[in-house]
């Protein structure tokens, strides 16, 4: 805000001095509009009023604020004095000295996204509705306020309603939405406020709450406002938790102790051993009670002592005086008992003789009340008392030692007696136990207040239960350890392992005494028996340890507390030791039911009896633990009708509330409806996934309820496991996996089963079974070969026996008869063959498909679901179920698939792909058919013949034999007759011929051709293939009707494809349908749930949901790469959905419905990065769209669309009053044009408008000059990228003369031909100037072609902005996360990178840290490979090192970089030769030789080679030559390696150059014009030139000059380009005679007929006539 404006503001405010209250002057003096101008600005403002409720449900915030002040207000405002001119400039003054540099710094210091700049001059309403606005932005969560949702007009529900009845009477008040209820907590009915303070105290329903969406009951009016005021705390892990106020107790050796401190470990609680607390109350008791025997013992033995005594002194007399008798009398008297005191004594002396025997037990018994003495009095006769002689008296003490042998007895018997106390004395002693242990809990101030203890065997009474209930310190659980082993024997066990030392030696000290009178030797065996025995027990039970550590080790058993090993234990020996236990069991059996009738009868304390036999004390606490937190945690109940009928109230609900009802499916299953709100495991089994990882889809009929969410189990039985412990069939930390892949193909014969399932197998990498193969490899060991009626057909006919010669058969016999042995046995074999039961039912199902036993197909099929690798890879099963049975079987007993398969064909189809492969088997059997018969004849044939050659040779013979006769007659005969004879024998020789043709065919008669069976035809073929296969097809299609029916009823789903389309069509199809269950197969189990954008904002308000992490953004277009924050707001529809608790948007409903199919896919990407509103500027040429693709961006992403003019009515419209807008009216006024200043104050001011910090900002058509530039660039305002659309200024005029024409237009423009030249000429001389600036100092300008449609700017546009604010993200992600990040195209300029280089400079550091060498990136300007890391820039080499560098950048810089860069003055650096002139006399190192050259050659002769003048580095203060731009480059990289070397003595002769004009005229011309002669004579060569009426030398010669000139270096390029022009037209010109020769004919031509250009080019050729070409 500008300090004129502050300084007028803090003049104009005015404060109520009653209420304390500020006010602007636009408040208490408003400006008050004309009335129609006010009309229609308070209907705008209804609008948006209107569109705010629906959109956003809030009112408008601003009314109040802006409306008019009362008038007794408006009169009581005053001015303070610290708002006077003078305080206010002085004020400013010291804020902007003081005051701003340090915030200044904070901020640069802070986060920069989160800075939010505010204009000052704007209202205060605005503002907070800006800052909300920018808010909205990040992703924030809203506060969630509790709800009352009992009101005290509403009819009260009665306190001692059910709980569950409670919970569905509360759930629907106040309710956000139909369908969305509130929930149930893990409190339920329990006030979280009081257990948050350590007391379980019921809720009352007048007092529930709605937080979040669950629902709450506190106990009291104070617990209501505590947790209204803040109620996490009190919801907060730990909680719910139970406060520990608890008692065990149980039988001796049961445990107790160790199960109280097991539980005070994990609750935090002390355990109060009240045994151990009340004996300094039972030593003090026993003290005094000691105290008072030794005194009454003390009185009583003094007593009886005196009496003993006296007894002793008066026997002594009586004897003394008997003596004394006998020897004057001789005569025995008795006397009588004298009292010493004069009285007589109870009982007289015993007579003499006998010794008494005193025992001190008897004489004093502690039990008995102290003996009183009293004295009586005794009459004496006279002779007696003239006979007494009064006793000396005797003096007893308690000093006296029968008197303190007779005190210490009692003592000693009085101390082995048991001291009792009262329940009220034990109860004291524990109430002020619990007192102190909550006192030290009330110290953490944010601890409970109550709670916190545990009672380790206590109360042990039904009196003390008694004390406790009346005095109201009762614990909220009792814990009874009980042992219902025959008789106690388990913890006698116990008892006798933990105390065997002990019992034993009592046992040995008892026996010892017993058998005294036994040997000692005796004794010593038995000892070392007992002590063989037990040592071997020991080993015995140390063995069978070790075996069930072996037994866990491989899982046969669970591990756990070694219970077995007590049981193992043996018994102790009866005896008084054993009996004691006992008794002291039995003495708690006898009490525990009185106390347990106390407890139940005054309590509502249910106690806990938890078994112990046989069980470890990790399973024991375990088991309490969950008994104890019970009451905490949720519980799943049976879906009743009452559940059925709240769905439907609120299915009806929300149809009334949308205002356009959703249509759903026809085809929708109810029980499966989108809205349905079924859990984690959608509509399968949880129990049934758990346990057998199968997916069973559960039974409607057969559902629960848990945490409001529906779960259909398979049947009552798992629905019972469900209901006991819901929690452990769900998934806890993270979503529940699918299974694997289970697919069931089926169809028809010849529907491509096997086809498609091995493509699936394939693609899938799952297994493919066919069933009927697979029982085929069960039996096939034993059938040799695969049965079944399709491979019945595939059996070749036995060949029948053929006659053969007698020779064939002779040859053949060895061969056949062997083969006939092998078919023989083969037969024997199968006829002796013995199948089992399996496999003779596997044989019958595949011979005449009888069904398979259940026993067969459950080893068969189980193994496929269960065991691996089947049940962790998946498969697809094809050709089973066949049958209604066979699916039924798999239903019953759980082995569901994901789905099946069906391949639906016709039956043309099927015949069309059967046939041919059966009509060819047809066809090879008739052919061997065929071929069998003609083999056959043929060999009859051939048999005949043999026959027949056979007798002609016998025939031939005998007329031979008649001929020799015939002739051996001749010889005796004359000439003449032999003439004669000769004709006649040639007659008979002919005649014989005949004969034996005769006899031959008379003898071998055609055979006539046996009746044969008629062959197939193959039209008859083929109709009886097509009928079998329609009937296979048939029988087919009718068992898959009925298995159909079966899988639906099993609700198995079905995909039914129609097989009879192409192989790759089909497969597509299969594709596409198994994608929810393959693609999208990680959220098969997952449940979303679409709502609208008005509830889903109800929602978040009232804190019933959450928003995602996400925020607004859509992730189904972050998926896709999009990194600009969908539009939100009036006008931008929204399309919500809910997952998990969480409030998803987007963008489109296409994007909700393919994140609802798959939502997991969306949900790993990371979380959106920050919002970075878009900095764009689009500039160019009048008419080349700029204004339109700003328009365009503006409209797409919400953008302001800013050109100068549209920033200053900003100014003018918003902030008339302001000392900006003053100034630029100035000038408006007058007429004047508004300076550059101006202009750019005003687009900074209008920046601050939040529609540009949140969405962004388009530039239209500027910055335009240098000027605008530099005034941009000293306010910070820098697009991020500069974007020129380019068009010729042919184009820009004819774009304007469209638009001057344009039938669109309503206004007339200033846009004339004359005016577009004149801006068009302003622009293309102040471009040059902006182009350069970006170029070289942000390196953000993009040229871009603005001929191309404007579809294709659009998205050329569009990507740019994308690239850069993706860029910007990355950037600010990387940084926030401490991470390096890339700057490229971040628009950092040149002197920004130097002030903030890093340690090397623009040396590569990861080149440095990883070879070791030296690359200066500043060769390259650009920042494509630079990185910023801690504050500060670094330049790579290249992409390899900045990726390098991005991934580890810790390893590349200070401290953990392992090289450092060399100072400045030890870095080479190249010059030039006459930097190094100007050097002089320094010298070159290693003589101007190239030390690259030399050291990479091995410091060879050969390697020694003169460097280049212009190669010069200097390093260390040293100057070095190169041979080449290469060697110079590799010395800059490791110039360590090369700087110190030395030449050898012997160095090659240098070289002298030589003036080309003193060699050779052969060497003249190769140096000189040895390569342009070469060009041009190869030029002629090729195109062999021949000009019209010149000869082919001359022609050549021409060509050949004129090639000289054209590629002459020495010369101009006019001169090149004047005579590569020529060069051209001569060799068109020469094309001429061929052009003519190839188109002129004998024969004339009609000008019509002949080429268009002929004519033409015949004038041409007949101009060149004696004309030649000029040289010049």
């Known amino acids: 805000m500008p300090d004129k404006d502050l300084e007028i503001k803090r003049v104009s405010l005015r404060v109520d001095p009653i209420t304390g209250d500020t006010y602007t002057k636009e408040i208490y003096n408003p400006e008050k509009p004309e009335k129609k101008k006010k009309e229609s600005d308070a209907e705008e403002e209804g609008e948006e009023e209107e569109e705010e409720e629906e959109e956003e449900g809030i009112d408008e915030e601003g009314d109040e604020h802006m409306s008019e002040l009362p008038t007794e207000v ?143 009951c506190l106990s009291s009016p104070q617990a209501m406002e505590k947790f209204l005021k803040n109620p996490r705390p009190y919801l907060l892990p730990t909680q719910p938790r139970p406060p520990c106020k608890i008692s065990v107790t149980g039988p001796h050796m049961s445990g107790k102790t160790t199960i109280s401190h097991l539980l005070a470990q994990k609750y935090g609680a002390k355990v109060l051993d009240i045994e151990r607390l009340v004996q300094p109350k039972i030593e003090e008791e026993k003290e005094k009670t000691l105290a008072k025997v030794r005194e009454e013992t003390t009185e009583h033995a003094i007593i009886t002592v005196k009496t003993k005594l006296k007894e002793q002194q008066e026997a002594e007399e009586l004897e003394r005086a008997e003596r004394e008798g006998d020897q004057t009398t001789g005569k025995k008297t008795e006397p009588a008992p004298v009292d010493v005191e004069g009285g007589r004594l109870e009982k007289p002396p015993e007579p003499p003789g006998e010794e008494k025997i005193e025992d001190p037990k008897e004489e004093a018994d502690p039990g008995e009340p102290p003996i009183t003495e009293e004295k009586t009095e005794v009459s004496q006769t006279p002779e007696a008392s003239k006979r007494t002689v009064s006793p000396p008296t005797i003096d007893v003490d308690a000093t006296h030692p029968e008197v303190v042998t007779l005190v210490e007895a009692a003592l000693k018997e009085a101390e082995n007696q048991s001291f009792s106390l009262s329940a009220d004395v034990y109860i004291d002693i524990a109430e002020k136990a619990i007192q102190d242990t909550e006192k030290d809990l009330r110290k953490n101030a944010t601890g409970p207040l109550c709670g916190g203890w545990i009672l380790d065997n206590f109360p042990q009474t039904r009196d003390q239960w008694m004390v406790m209930v009346e005095r109201g310190i009762v614990p909220d659980d009792a814990i009874c350890l009980r042992d219902s082993s025959e008789n106690g024997n388990f913890l006698v066990r116990r008892w006798y392992k933990y105390n065997k030392d002990q019992i034993e030696e009592l046992i040995r000290l008892r026996k010892a005494t017993e058998e005294a009178e036994k040997l000692h030797l005796a004794e010593e065996e038995r000892v070392k028996r007992e002590e063989m025995e037990r040592q071997a027990a020991e080993e015995e039970r140390k063995k069978r340890e070790a075996e069930r550590r072996k037994k866990i080790e491989s899982g046969e058993i669970s591990e756990g507390l070694s219970v077995q090993a007590e049981l193992l234990d043996p018994l102790p020996p009866d005896g008084p030791e054993l009996d004691s236990e006992r008794e002291k069991r039995k003495e708690f059996e006898r009490e525990w039911p009185a106390m347990q009738a106390m407890i139940t009868g005054s309590t509502t304390i249910e106690p806990i009896q938890v078994e112990i036999e046989k069980r470890g004390e990790e399973e024991i606490f ?400 083929v109709d009886r293939l097509k009928n079998d296969l329609a009937e296979v097809y048939d029988n087919d299609t009718n068992r898959l009707a009925d298995v159909q029916q079966t899988l639906e009823e099993a609700l198995i789903p079905r995909i039914e494809l129609e097989g009879g389309r192409k192989p790759h069509i089909v497969r597509y199809l299969l594709s596409k349908n198994l994608k929810p269950y393959v693609d999208f197969r990680h959220s098969r189990f997952e449940r979303v749930y679409a709502i609208s954008e008005k509830l889903a904002t109800k929602m978040l308000r009232v804190g019933y949901k959450q928003p995602s992490r996400f925020g607004k953004w859509d992730p189904v277009q972050m998926k896709d790469g999009e990194c600009i924050q969908p539009m939100q707001g009036p006008g931008y529809s929204t399309y919500p959905a809910i997952y998990r608790g969480h409030i998803y948007y987007f963008a489109s409903h296409d994007n909700r419905d393919m994140f609802i199919q798959d939502p997991m896919s969306y949900l790993k990407q990371p979380s959106p990065k920050p919002v970075v509103p878009i900095r764009i500027a689009v500039i160019g040429p009048p008419k080349s769209g700029k204004t339109t693709m700003a328009t365009r961006f503006a409209e797409t992403y919400g953008l302001m669309r800013l050109s100068l003019g549209e920033a200053i009515r900003q100014v003018m419209l918003n902030q008339p009053k302001s000392t900006l807008a003053m100034a630029i009216n100035s000038y408006m006024v007058r007429g004047q044009t508004i300076p550059d200043e101006l202009t750019i104050q005003a687009l900074e001011t209008t920046l601050l408008d939040m529609r540009c910090q949140t969405r962004g900002v388009v530039f239209d058509g500027f910055p335009m000059s240098k000027r605008q530039i530099d005034l941009m660039t000293q306010k910070s305002i820098i697009p991020i990228r500069i974007v020129e659309l380019e068009i010729d200024s042919k184009e820009t005029m004819v774009r304007g003369t469209k638009d001057r024409h344009s039938p669109n237009r309503a206004y007339p423009v200033h846009d004339s031909a004359q005016i577009l030249a004149i801006k068009l000429s302003n622009y293309l001389r102040e471009i040059g100037e902006v182009r350069k600036w970006y170029k070289e100092q942000h390196k953000n300008f993009v040229n871009m072609n603005g001929n191309r449609s404007k579809w294709w700017v659009w998205h050329q546009l569009l990507d740019v902005a994308r690239k850069g604010v993706s860029q910007i993200q990355l950037y600010l992600q990387r940084v926030a996360d401490g991470k390096a990040s890339s700057v490229a195209d971040m628009c950092i300029t040149p002197q920004e990178f130097e002030v903030r280089l890093g340690d090397f400079g623009q040396y590569c550091p990861v080149n ?8 200066d990136c500043s060769v390259n300007p650009t920042l494509e490979f630079a990185a910023e890391f801690r504050g500060h820039y670094y330049k790579m080499a290249g992409q390899e090192e900045l990726e390098e560098f991005l991934h580890e950048p810790e390893k590349y810089v200070p401290p953990l970089a392992p090289v450092k860069l060399p100072a400045r003055h030890l870095l080479p650096r190249q010059i030039t030769g006459v930097q190094a002139k100007a050097m002089f006399p320094k010298p070159i190192e290693i003589q101007g030789y190239c030390p690259v050259t030399y050291l990479d050659g091995k410091c060879r002769y050969e390697a020694i080679i003169q460097g280049d003048r212009e190669l010069v580095v200097l390093y260390r203060d040293n100057l070095y030559y190169f041979e080449n731009e290469k060697k110079l480059k590799k010395f800059m990289r490791l110039p360590e390696k090369y700087w110190n070397l030395t030449l050898p003595h012997k160095l090659p002769p240098k070289k002298e150059p030589i003036a080309v004009t003193n060699i050779p005229m052969l060497g003249f011309m190769e140096q000189t014009v040895a390569t342009s002669i070469n060009k041009a004579l190869t030029a002629v060569g090729s195109l062999k030139p021949k000009y019209p009426f010149l000869s082919v030398t001359r022609s050549s010669q021409i060509y050949f000059a004129y090639h000289l000139k054209a590629y002459n270096p020495k010369s101009s390029e006019y001169v090149r380009k004047k005579y590569k022009q020529k060069l051209m037209r001569f060799e068109e010109t020469c094309e001429l005679i061929k052009y003519l020769g190839n188109n002129m004919t004998v024969k004339y031509k009609d000008p019509k007929a002949r080429p268009i250009d002929f004519d033409f080019k015949l004038n041409q050729f007949m101009a060149l006539k004696g004309i030649e070409p000029t040289p010049t």
């Open 74 to 216: 408006i009169e009581r405002l005053v001015k303070r004095p610290e708002d006077l001119p003078s305080h206010v400039i002085e004020n400013i003054k010291n804020y902007k000295s003081n005051l701003l540099p340090l915030l200044e710094d904070f901020m640069a210091d802070h986060d920069q996204q989160y800075l939010v700049e505010l204009d000052g001059n704007q209202p205060s309403p605005i503002l907070f509705k800006q800052l909300l606005q920018r808010l909205h932005c990040f992703i924030t969560r809203p506060a969630a306020v509790p709800i009352r949702l009992h009101d005290n007009e509403e009819e009260e529900i009665p306190e001692d309603i059910d709980t569950d009845e409670l919970m569905r009477t509360l759930a629907p008040k106040e309710m956000v939405a139909p369908r969305f209820r509130w929930r149930r907590s893990r409190w339920l009915r329990h006030c979280p406020v009081a257990l948050y303070e350590g007391n379980i105290v019921q809720g009352k329903p007048d007092l529930s709450v709605g937080f979040l969406d669950k629902l709450y």
């Open 622 to 1021: 375990d088991e309490l633990i969950t008994s104890l937190e019970e009451k905490f945690k949720y519980h799943g109940w049976e879906y009743s009708g009452m559940d059925v009928d709240e769905e439907e109230e609120d299915l009806e609900a929300s149809r009334e509330a949308e205002d356009e009802e959703e249509e759903e499916e026809e085809d929708e299953d109810p029980n499966r409806s989108k809205k349905k709100p079924l859990g984690d495991v959608n509509h399968f089994c949880p129990v049934s996934m758990y346990e057998r990882n199968v997916l069973w889809p559960g039974n409607p009929e057969c559902s629960a309820r848990y945490r409001e969410k529906v779960y259909y189990l398979a049947n009552d039985e798992a629905r019972e496991k469900f209901l006991k412990n819901s929690q452990m069939y769900l998934p806890k930390k993270e979503p529940l996996k699918s299974p694997a892949l289970r697919l069931l193909m089926l169809g028809p014969k010849g529907s491509g089963k096997s086809l498609h399932a091995r493509y699936l197998a394939n693609k899938l990498n799952i297994f493919h079974i066919d069933f009927r193969e697979r029982l085929q490899e069960m039996i096939i060991a034993k059938t040799k070969k695969k049965i079944g009626p399709e491979y019945e057909e595939d059996k070749e006919e036995p060949e029948e026996e053929e006659e053969g010669n007698d020779d064939e058969e002779g040859a053949n016999a060895e061969d056949v008869e062997p083969a006939a042995e092998d078919e023989d046995k083969k037969k024997e074999e199968e006829d002796e063959m013995e199948y089992t039961e399996e496999e003779e039912a596997i044989k019958s199902y595949l011979e005449s498909d009888d069904p398979l036993p259940d026993e067969l197909m459950t080893k068969i099929l189980t193994d496929w679901w269960n065991t691996e690798p089947f049940k962790s890879t998946g498969f697809v099963l094809e050709g089973f179920p066949r049958t209604s049975d066979e699916a039924k079987y798999l239903a019953e007993n759980g082995l569901y698939p994901d789905g099946a398969v069906l391949l639906n064909v016709e039956d043309m189809d099927v015949v069309g792909r059967l046939l041919p492969p059966k009509l060819d088997k047809w066809r090879v059997k008739r052919d061997k058919r065929l071929a069998k018969k003609n083999k056959k004849k043929e060999k009859a044939k051939k048999k005949r013949d043999a026959a027949i050659e056979k007798r002609r040779a016998e025939l031939t013979k005998e007329r031979d034999e008649r001929r020799a006769e015939r002739k051996a007659q001749k010889g005796e005969k004359d000439s003449d007759e032999e003439a004669e004879e000769g004709e006649e024998e040639e007659e008979e020789e002919v005649e014989e011929e005949e004969d034996i043709e005769a006899v031959l065919a008379e003898e071998f008669e055609e055979e006539e051709e046996e009746d044969e069976e008629e062959e197939e035809l193959e039209e008859d073929a």
């Open 1408 to 1415: 440095l840290a990883n070879k070791g060498e030296l690359i």
